[in-house]
């Protein structure tokens, strides 16, 4: 594959820690992920990106597993109904969020504090889990010294699942196609990844075998239609046509190993 990249500008490092700031406050106001997702969103459009996330998650019973910018865990509850005896542990800088996290039912290990800094001793996680998270981090230093503290918090046998915005689909959501300000929102930076530039990224963390597809490839509206069954024809675009499901897919998921 082509490592060609089209750079937008690039953000100089003050930049980065104003945008990381406004982000998070913008995040601490605003409702929290999954409750936004379900009010966007069709309830099937939510389900495949997480049913695509957990079959990906190679987790033993009483595993730990940890959520990267989990937001109010709508992921970690997710995993807790199909591996109710795994160890979830959550980390986000906003706080409210969390919040709502701990008084779900059922237990968890919420902390507030920077994807980037990972509070916690090495080869401590047998999976990590980032939704839509690592796109906001607004410099590729950034990004992979988050990957690297990923890496470095799993066990030898770890493995990393994560889901960005798919750049052959949304390259109209900034103004040079690639990185800015999303729309008129200036509180959040995204970088837009393509297939390649995602591969590189995690191989540069550290990260082996790694494999990308593309999904949520049904559009939104087709599948508030047909609802249910869509969610097993888009499973089934993503499984099968890899290809067709790197260009059409809404966002890319990675799946990668330590070792
Ligand atoms: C698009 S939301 C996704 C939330 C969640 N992963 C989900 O899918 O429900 C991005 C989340 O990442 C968090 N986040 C962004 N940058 C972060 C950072 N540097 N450290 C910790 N959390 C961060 C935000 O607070 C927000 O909750």
Excluded at 25 to 49: H, S
Excluded at 51 to 70: A, E, M
Excluded at 229 to 252: A, E, N, P
Aim: proline share 4%.
């Amino acid at each position: 594959m082509g490592l060609k990249r089209k750079r937008g500008p690039i953000l100089s490092i003050p930049d980065v820690k104003s945008q990381k700031d406004k982000e998070r406050r913008y995040r601490e106001q605003d409702l929290p992920f999954g409750v936004y997702t379900l009010q966007a969103k069709t309830k099937w459009w939510n389900e495949i990106e997480l049913q695509n996330v957990v079959r990906q998650l190679d987790l033993v019973d009483g595993g730990r597993l940890l959520d990267l910018g989990s937001s109010d865990g709508r992921l970690l509850e997710y995993v807790h109904k199909r591996f109710p005896r795994c160890r979830l542990y959550g980390i986000d800088f906003a706080m409210n969020p969390l919040k709502v996290l701990t008084e779900k039912p059922f237990p968890s290990f919420p902390v507030c504090g920077d994807v980037c800094e990972l509070p916690y001793k090495s080869e401590s996680f047998d999976g990590a889990v980032s939704i839509q998270v690592i796109q906001h981090l607004a410099s590729r230093e950034e990004r992979i010294r988050c990957l690297k503290d990923i890496c470095r918090s799993l066990k030898a046998k770890g493995h990393l699942v994560i889901t960005v915005i798919n750049q052959k689909k949304w390259s109209d959501l900034v103004k040079n196609g690639k990185e800015g300000l999303l729309g008129n929102n200036e509180n959040l930076y995204v970088y837009l990844y393509d297939p390649e530039d995602l591969s590189q990224d995690l191989s540069e963390a550290g990260f082996k075998n790694v494999k990308i597809v593309g999904i949520n490839n049904l559009h939104r509206n087709y599948l508030k239609r047909i609802k249910g069954s869509g969610v097993w024809l888009d499973l089934f675009l993503t499984r099968y046509l890899r290809s067709v499901s790197l260009q059409k897919g809404s966002y890319l998921l990675a799946r990668c190993t330590k070792q």
